[in-house]
């Protein structure tokens, strides 16, 4: 049967599907072809982990032999002798299709009969139904004992039963087990005939395989002592075998034990050895193929591992096995702890002596081929298993092949661990993650023991001869064949770790890996053989963003000069210098390369370094390459780059990587341990000496220095010569070599190479490159200068222009508002012209690839993008800054001579020059993203709409976030134009936002730990946060970082259950006192880049280079100043100082005094920054939480030793671990910030930034927006609070009404209350606690429970109050309802006795009617003939009266009152202004003389020709409007104190309030310079007479009804008449009791019913009008639509001067529009459902006061009582008269009446109108604006803008409204002019302007008009550059009513700016719901 050679895994390509065995048709010779196959696979499938290939099966049957009825139909086996060997099973091929062997091994009692020496897919424990827990147990352990521990993931327990009977009764015994799993449990019958039994069987084992991943082989195997005592009694030829092994181990004396190379052996390419040995090899073929087949008999004899409890051994044979070309020599290592050297080698003549020793058979009669073939395929197998163990023991084994990717390690992990606490199965992660944090001893990572209670004397071999006698001891002693306890498993090959992390990384990873190892100045891979294949690979790939920077010294024009180099390290054309060893050397090759390169660091690993190990099986063959660069020094070693190659390996056995690199090479140097003709490398030696490239050859046993042969050729001893000397010579040898002319070598060459495969030609790679060169090839030819100029024209002058423009914004000069307009009409232009130019060929191209491309196309594209990119600048940018630093040197030794002359200032204009050149040349991805920002935000602003023709710029923050997920920095700041562009950060962050929201949780907001950091520039910032987590911030020479980029790091989710955020979002920040700024506006600059950056961070890292804080005295104030800010505008960032660079960290008594230092200096600058931001602090710890013992850490010099060829410092991996580590636990008390507050947060910061003065400027749009929503809650828990409490005294006001109740206790009112009050507090306690905003709530949460509290106790005073004053007029009125009884008697007797007289009549109701009347008024006089009726009042004459006896002349008074001016005095524009309603053609000379008439200078001027330079200021008008208003609501308030209702009106009442008014306005007149005149006077108390009027009408109306005997019979006659009527129909006294309590529940009904009404629809309109449903500021946005619709100016006007008056009218008609026009319906049944429950109501009290008269034999009084209790809540009954009614028995006649006229009531109760409400008690509207306006309405001082804040009182919190106005509006002006002044408030805030306090008669900066006085000291105004359409279309829609109300003008500087009459009412109305919409959360 001929096996397969290829390399794959040609054997079973049929695709697996678990579960699904589908049958097969094959003969047997497929059969074997597709085993022969399958066992060719090289790695068990590896490749194919994801689809695996049906395999064939082996299985082994173990247990009980009872459980099977083995015969012919069985079809699992059907041979009942147990065998050794595996057979193949036909039926089961039949079955499934499948090859499937089977071996038997049930009932094996002892260890000595169980051979199994095949790989093993399952073992089936077979065991009968009845099974006990101990026979299992017992099974298990004793198979565990013989098998080892790793068996037990291989077994599948089998139930059988026989026929009938029922299945799984042993599985709840076997569950008892732990060893016992169920999911590997199956049943079925014993004789195994089922089909489906069988198929579900190998279904169970498939899944049981793919879970494994690898098959079971002894390897796997726990060593008993009873299974060594059985491989020291094998039969003879087996031990043979062994024996014969070990002498190849040991007699090789012709070779020497060193080895002479670096690196452990292990495996040699496949590839022909040199042509001079070729045929002696063919000769030992035939000889050497049963000693290979020996050799793999005893690869699968079981080995113990130490190293791997539970089974998971590594396989590590002493021989390694023969390549193809090892028969004729196998290398060897050179010690014990070597770790380059190959494996120790047999030499040819040892190897054939001990031929005869093994006594082995041979098939002689194979050909030579099939020798061949069949040692090819053991040695894959071999690597395969080594290659597996190996990743097994790394815990690699499901990364490989090219699994493992960056976003693996892009996030917050475990720590990473530094000690020797490091297990095998983390030692990959461990070097990866400490090799991404810079730390080059990441390829020394101790190993700790695997048995913990081993000590370190333990982990010494101990000898086998402790209990001999002396001396058997000395024997042992000087023997060195005695057994010793030596580990059967050496510790990992450093290397081995680092290639197998390389082998399983994917491309982007490897490029990391590689870039991190060259940084370490560590040797690359060049060429890595395939670990299975030996295939040769180049990985061009991962060198590509290695970036290389040096100097080297050139000669010109007879001087020397520097020249600095900086370029891709592919793109460097160098020399090469290549390394080969042939043979086996003493001496390390490696090391002595490290010795040309830097003496001080292991750049080759080799023999001698931590950790090396004999084993080692994936770099033999490999090539290293390293660089030397130079630094133009007298230090270095060679003047220019150089290439240092080293193949690893014999390179006589690696024949194609030889002649790669010798033809590549400018110089070979080969190591030789002899050089004579003899040798077998005597031919490559001769080919190489022939070559015309130069050679030297250094020989191992030779003691010479150098001899030159001929030219260009050398040869040189290396025995008993120090490594120093050798290295020197042949530095010297080679320096010489390479000054002449010679070859050079660039990588990119590689790629011509034939017969390897380089990684970049993979498809997708070559795609991703494809896609990048035709966009590239756009640049090609140009100058770099240029490039972006013309490619990417919206970054550049346009936005740069745009960004100084919104900038003037916030600093507006002039006609500010025309300015301000002329400014966003430049903005508007540019975004135009962006707009238009965004087309470009480049962009077009980018984005186009960017949209199309599949996910890892674009990664490469991406990627190529960047590296082609940066190639295009490369020579320019190391001109240009070769060029800044020479000039930057000048600029320094000027300055350092105090030079201040012209020369400086012109080096200065050069310098910077040379800066704007780089930044010009500086051409990157990001500069990219920058343009796709800018095409974004033009189009947006624009509202562009994309068309196929364009490019889809509504993608782009789609594309930006998926980048920025994936591991990519974005910009946050542009560095160039110093600008935050806020749109695109916007939708970039929304689009991140929408990826990551969890799907299973979309409420769920992301949560992310922002970690910024500040710092001067190149103190290595970027550096160290790319170091702490894998970042790739760009660090380069020169400009590291412009402007601040950000990056998010997942947080893991092995760790996440201790943070309470998913990412940490890492922002990275420009240098502050960069070079480039210097002579600009540096101060400024850095001030608000420190306040932006610590404004963002939940943490500030503050990186200070050096450790002397003075020198960083400027930047410490600014970054204190900043810290500053934060906690003035309460936002808390912590920060952690971190001193780069400092000499020596470890001491402690420096490090204390560098604290103090510290300490002192930060509590300077605070004092210094606490004077320019105004602040009371007096040091450091009163801005910010901070520890100066905790918050300070100090990290060592990044380099160790000098650039370029230093590596980096341990010491600082260290330190960046332990800040890892800080930032981590503080990290962990923080709850983070949402990714959606994160956006506004930039929002807010940039805006204030814009400003200068950023703490007024601030405004925390995200607290707002959460402060709104809260006062919803609020409103709605108020609400519920005043519901409640509506009821409650409804029902109260019933109670006080029926005379049930006279005193209402506040006690009492709060017990009603409590249990809704308790409902209210869980409720506010669950929205604090739970809500996702609750760490900004809490600053609220216990003012609103205080302000909850305050509100229930002023509402239940006044619900108290009310009571109060019913008890009070009922008991006013107790006189009238105590004669209203006696009234009620006597009417009802003499009505009865005139009903009799008169029964006659009853059919004539005209005469009955008659009849009445006459004798109603004989009643009346009768029985009020004793009181005195009530008159009506006469308030016009008691107005006069008053007027008069204040000395007021009529003439005044009935001027005033005829013209009706003083109605309207609080709206007056202008108190010069002739009144509004005068007539137009009223003469001017008329007008002027009454414009005196109010207010007169108290100089007692006149005359008005002075007018205009005496016109009150706008703010003095202001104040009088303000006064005005003020004595109007004292005077209501005082009048609504008098007791009118109750004991009537009085004249007095009104002379009190005329007398508050007149001490009022002299108060008022003693702070000003005028007087106000008598007309004003008298006006002033007109108006306020007849404010009070309405009030008082009322309230006298109710006095005289409740108390006035006329009035009260008057109201009765209707009553008593249906009474009289009644018995004049001979009704019985039950028919006429019915009829009078029907009358009394009619009017009563209707009250209750309207009442209730009103309450349920206020509730109603509440949650349904808009208007009403939310917070303040949401009733401020509907009057202003409301406004806006009607365009009513006078309501306008009401609006602006008295805003409440205006928000109540709204309410009263939007309660009026709801109620009868648009939800009419809903109204009605509201009413009507109230209605029904009335009925309802009195309905169960007919039912009740019945049945318990009749019950307990009472009588009518008794049914009254029991009637009026019941509906004592509901009802107004009043006093029920029973006196002539004692004759009534037949109660239930008197229910069915009155249910009867109940049903006549309720039914005209249905068709009542819903006007009737206005008669009663309770209004809906009224109930509203006791709700809705119980807020502040303080006014802006400027414009006039009420304050939205919900609360009457928010104090400390300044009153604030989202948007203000145009001060126009208030009629605002300029002073001693008649011109309005049209600016906004917020814009005058912004700009340098002042304004007139009239007060301090002192102009005040608008910027500082807080200091102005407490009016304006309350107020936030925040500047903004908001357009705001609404004003701005009322200014233009109002314009002449303006100027006529206030008698300005719109003209001169105060015109309206055209672009205002742009907008229409429908933008107006438009506006609001912007204006007024809640800030996204």
Known sequence: MEENSDDTAAGGEREYKAGCLTSQTHNNAELEESAAKAKCDPMNNLHEAQHPVMSALTLVLIGDSNSIEIGPKNILIDHDEPTKVDQFSSKLYDLCGRHISVINMLGFPNVDKIPLNQEVDAFLLLLPNNVHSGHYKGTMQWLESIFGTAFLSYVITVETRKQGEKCGSALTVLKANSSFSEKRYHTCTRDMMNENEITALLETIDVMVLENKQRYTRLMCDESKDQREDLDNKPDDEERVETGTEEMKTESPAEPKENSDDHPGGESEDKPVPSETKEKVEEMETKSTAETKAKCDLLSEPKQSDDHPGGESEYNPVPSEPKEKDIMEESSDDTA??????????????????????????????????????????????????????????????????????????????????????????????????????????????????????????????????????????????????????????????????????????????????????????????????????????????????????????????????????????????????????????????????????????????????????????????????????????????????????????????????????????????????????????????????????????????????????????????????????????????????????????????????????????????????????????????????????????????????????????????????????????????????????????????????????????????????????????????LILQRYDEKWSEVLDLKKKRDKSDLLKSKQNELEQISNELQSVTFGLEHMFREMGQIYEAHKSQKTRTTSRQNNWSKYPELAADLMISGHPMELMDGDAGHVPLTWISGLLDEVIKKLKDPQDPQKDLRVFVLSVLGVQSSGKSTMLNAMFGLQFAVSAGRCTKGAFMQLVKVSEEIKKDFKFDYILVVDTEGLRAQELAGKATYHHDNELATFVVGLGNMTLINIFGENPAEMQDVLQIIVQAFMRMKKVKLSPSCVFVHQNVTDIAAAERNMDGKRRLQEKLDQMTQLAAKEEVCDVECFSDVIAFDVQKDVKYFAQLWEGSPPMAPPNPGYSKSVQELKTIILSKASQSEGITLKHFKTKIHDLWNALMNEHFVFSFKNTLEIAVYRQLEIQYGNWTWALRSNLLTIENQLHTTIENGKLDKIELNYLS??????????????????????????????????????????????????????????????????????????????????????????????????????????????????????????????????????????????????????????????????????????????????????????????????????????????????????????????????????????????????????????????????????????????????????????????????????????????????????????????????????????????????????????????????????????????????????????????????RQPRTQAETFIKEEVQKYIFTKQKGRALTILKKNVDDIKIRVSKALFTATSEVQEKGGNINMWVKEFSSFLKTDLTLGTICCQNFGDIKEFDFLKEEIENGLTSIMEEMSCISLEKMKEFRLQPDQILIDQLCKCCWVKCPFCAAVCTNTLEDHDPDDHSVPFHRSTAVKGWHKRNTKIMSIEFCTTKVASVRRFYHRESETSIPYKEYRTAGPRYKNWRITPDESKLPYWKWFVCQFQEQLEDHYDLKFEGRGEIPSEWRNYSREDAIESLDEMFKQPEE
């Open 337 to 878: 702890a070597g770790g380059e050297g190959e494996h120790e080698a047999d030499s040819l003549t040892s190897r054939t002596n001990n031929n005869d020793t093994l006594n082995l058979e041979m098939s002689g009669n194979k050909d030579k081929q099939s020798v061949n073939i069949s040692e090819e395929t053991d040695r894959k197998k071999q690597r395969q298993k080594e290659t597996e163990t190996l990743l097994s023991r790394l815990h690699l084994q499901d990364r490989y092949p090219q699994k493992l990717s960056p976003a693996d390690f892009l996030q917050i992990g475990l720590p990473v661990k530094h000690s020797h606490d490091v297990s095998e199965k983390d030692l990959a992660n461990t070097f990866l993650q400490r090799l991404m944090m810079l730390d080059y001893r990441a390829r020394y990572i101790p190993v700790k023991q695997d048995n913990p209670e081993l000590g370190s004397l333990q982990s010494v071999p101990m000898s086998n001869s402790d209990d001999t006698e002396d001396s058997d001891d000395l024997d042992a002693l000087f023997n060195n064949d005695v057994d010793f306890d030596q580990p059967k498993q050496s510790q990992v090959h450093p290397m081995d770790v680092q290639m197998a992390v390389f082998h399983c990384s994917n491309s982007f990873l490897k490029l990391n890996l590689i870039t991190k190892l060259s940084q370490c100045q560590y040797a690359l891979p060049l060429l890595v053989p395939d670990p299975l294949t030996r295939d040769i690979e180049c990985p061009l790939w991962t060198f590509r963003q290695i970036i290389k920077t040096w100097k080297i010294n050139e000669i010109k024009a007879n001087s020397t000069t520097v020249t600095m180099k900086h370029m891709p390290i592919c793109k460097a054309e160098t020399s090469m210098v290549s390394f080969f060893r042939l043979g086996s050397l003493s001496v390390s090759k490696s090391q002595l390369m490290n010795s040309l390169i830097n003496e001080r660091h292991n750049t080759f690993f080799h023999r001698n370094c931590p950790g090396s190990t004999k084993s080692c099986h994936l770099i033999d063959g490999m090539a290293e390459i390293a660089w030397y660069f130079p630094a133009a020094t007298t230090d270095d070693s060679f003047t220019d780059c150089i290439a240092f190659c080293n193949l690893r390996g014999d390179a006589l056995l690696l024949e194609k990587q030889r002649e790669i690199l010798t033809e590549r090479s400018s110089v070979n140097v080969v190591l030789v341990p002899t050089l004579e003709k003899s040798q077998k490398s005597t031919g490559v030696i001769s080919a190489l000496y022939k070559f015309q490239k130069p050679l030297i050859i250094l020989v191992a046993d030779s003691d010479r220095g150098a001899i030159k042969m001929k030219e260009g050729k050398y040869k040189m001893g290396l025995k008993d010569r120090s490594q120093s000397d050798v290295s020197d010579e042949l530095k010297g040898l080679i320096g010489n070599m390479l000054s002449g002319p010679h070859t050079t070598f660039k990588l990119e060459s590689v790629t011509e190479v034939t017969g390897i495969r380089v990684d970049e030609d993979d498809e997708v790679c070559k795609k991703g490159k494809s896609a990048a060169m035709d966009m590239v090839g756009l640049l090609q030819g140009m100058d770099v200068l240029k490039i972006k100029g013309t490619f990417l024209p919206c970054q550049g002058q346009l936005w740069h222009k745009w960004c100084r423009t919104n900038k003037e914004l916030y600093h507006l000069k002039g006609d500010i508002e025309e300015e301000k307009s002329k400014k966003q009409q430049e903005l508007t232009q540019i975004r135009r012209d962006q707009c238009k130019a965004s087309s470009s060929k480049l962009m077009k191209s980018f984005t186009d690839s960017l949209l199309s491309l599949p996910s890892k196309d674009k990664e490469y594209y991406l990627k190529w993008t960047q590296i082609l990119i940066d190639s295009l600048s490369t020579d320019d940018l190391s």
């Open 1311 to 1696: 017990r009603e209350m409590s249990t809704k009050y308790e409902e209210i507090k869980k409720e506010m306690t669950i929205y604090f606690k739970d809500s996702r905003d609750k760490e900004m709530l809490v600053q609220w949460q216990g003012r609103f429970e205080n302000k909850i509290k305050e509100f229930l106790e002023d509402e239940v005073k006044e619900v108290k109050r009310k009571l109060d004053e019913v008890i009070q007029q009922k008991k006013a009125c107790k006189k009238l309802d105590d004669e209203k009884t006696e009234f009620e008697n006597k009417l009802l007797q003499k009505s009865k006795e005139l009903a009799h007289q008169l029964r006659d009549k009853a059919t004539d109701e005209k005469e009955l009617k008659k009849e009445f009347d006459s004798f109603w008024s004989h009643w009346v006089t009768e029985l009020t003939a004793d009181t005195k009726p009530i008159e009506d009042i006469d308030l016009e004459e008691d107005k006069v009266k008053i007027l008069e006896q204040l000395s007021f002349e009529c003439c005044f008074i009935n001027e005033s009152k005829s013209r009706g001016d003083y109605k309207r005095i609080p709206i007056i524009g202008n108190y010069f202004q002739k009144p509004s309603n005068e007539n137009k053609e009223t003469s001017k000379k008329s007008w002027m003389k009454r414009t005196w008439q109010y207010v007169q200078q108290k100089t007692g001027m006149t005359s008005t020709t002075q007018k205009a330079k005496n016109v009150l200021e706008h703010e003095e008008q202001e104040r009088i409007r303000s006064f005005i208003n003020d004595v109007e609501h004292q005077s209501l308030n005082a009048i609504k104190t008098k007791p009118v209702a109750t004991r009537g009106y009085r004249s007095a009442y009104l002379l009190e309030v005329a007398k508050n008014v007149q001490n009022s306005m002299t108060e008022f007149e003693s702070e000003r310079t005028y007087k106000l005149t008598k007309k004003f006077t008298v006006d002033l108390l007109l108006y306020v007479f007849d404010r009070a009027a309405s009030w008082l009408i009322e309230s006298h109306k109710t006095y005289k009804m409740n108390n006035d005997a006329h009035t009260y019979l008057d109201s009765k006659k209707d009553y008593y008449y249906i009474i009289f009527r009644s018995f004049c129909k001979g009704n019985s006294s039950a028919v006429v009791f019915g009829e009078l309590i029907c009358e009394k529940l009619k009017v009563s009904t209707v009250e209750a019913v309207c009442n209730k009404t009103a309450i349920d629809l206020a509730e109603e309109m509440r949650c349904n009008v808009p208007a009403f449903s939310g917070n303040r500021m949401n009733l401020e946005k509907h009057v202003l639509k409301s406004l806006a619709e009607k365009k009513d100016f006078d309501g306008f006007i009401t609006y602006i």
